[in-house]
């Protein structure tokens, strides 16, 4: 009885990039969240994970607004880009700070074309590789560039120099491996990130608390980003001084020290305060200063 009992127990799926730029940092999320993964074969497309009830789904990364608009998954991790690019009916829950890149139409280096209106007035008719079909077509509409767009799946820069293509569109980090393949950046189309996305019912159906739980956690991960909690020994005259000195998310907590005329302070700072925050804080007569991470911040 067990047995068929578990069978039928239901998974939050959450769909995730399996290969890609995505991927690493994305698993290194969901660790951060709690949800960590129980098995590690690449070949294995349903992974279970650390909590229980919560499956990973390995999808290619293009993959997953189509598929977690047709419920394969009730949410995924996956890049504004392919949100944008497969028209999918999903809702972008969370923008997440990782994944950061840009979509850009980038030319030979050897072109006597600086910007957009350079190519429009000098090249007529030219072809442009991409993996972005709807993203290149409504933005070469857009600037009117008379173009016809190779779609491929593979790698965008190495069009030029095989002759399939004259330029590219294609998402770019630092613009390195453009520089290698002798290409430049005229333009820049859209700034893409890694967002968590959900279908238009997530919230009517019977995973819908578990969802929230998770995307409850995910924000509290992101919102511990960059924040450090500080702790601190404070005698009794000096109280009022040291904690007008600190910020804080609300105030300061404070808790009387037994067996002496003294308190702990406890406060959050940004990482980029610390060292204001820490001189005032002894200059105010605070003292045995420590300083820890923190995981996540649960509004």
Do not use: C
């Not at 070949?43 to 607004?65: F, H, K």
């Not at 702790?231 to 037994?258: C, G, Q, T, W, Y």
Request: aromatic share 6%; charged share 25%.
């Amino acid at each position: 009885m067990r047995f068929w009992l578990k069978l039928w127990v239901r998974f939050l799926k959450v769909a995730i990039p399996n290969k890609g730029r995505l991927q690493q940092p994305t698993l290194q999320f969901l660790t951060q969240v709690g949800i960590k993964p129980l098995a590690s074969d690449e070949r294995a497309l349903m992974i279970p994970t650390s909590w229980d009830g919560v499956q990973l789904v390995m999808m290619r990364t293009e993959d997953i607004p189509n598929l977690v608009e047709a419920g394969a998954a009730e949410i995924g991790i996956t890049g504004h880009d392919y949100v944008t690019e497969s028209k999918a009916d999903v809702e972008e829950l969370i923008k997440l700070d990782f994944g950061k890149a840009k979509i850009v139409l980038a030319v030979p280096q050897n072109w006597d074309v600086e910007n957009v209106e350079d190519l429009r007035r000098k090249k007529n008719g030219i072809r442009i590789a991409t993996k972005y079909y709807n993203i290149a077509k409504e933005y070469l509409d857009k600037v009117d560039i008379d173009a016809k767009i190779v779609k491929i799946s593979g790698a965008a820069e190495v069009m030029p120099s095989l002759g399939a293509a004259d330029a590219i569109i294609d998402v770019v980090s630092t613009g390195t491996t453009l520089k290698l393949h002798g290409l430049k950046p005229i333009d820049e189309i859209l700034q893409t990130y890694a967002v968590v996305i959900g279908n238009k019912y997530w919230m009517k159906s019977e995973e819908a608390e578990r969802v929230n739980l998770v995307l409850t956690m995910m924000k509290g991960v992101i919102s511990a980003r960059g924040r450090k909690m500080i702790f601190m020994n404070v005698d009794d005259s000096k109280l009022e001084d040291v904690i007008s000195s600190l910020p804080a998310m609300l105030s300061p907590a404070i808790s009387r020290l037994s067996k002496t005329n003294a308190w702990e302070v406890i406060t959050v700072a940004e990482e980029s305060q610390l060292p204001e925050v820490i001189a005032k804080a002894k200059a105010a007569g605070a003292r045995d200063i420590v300083v820890v991470n923190i995981e996540k911040v649960v509004k």
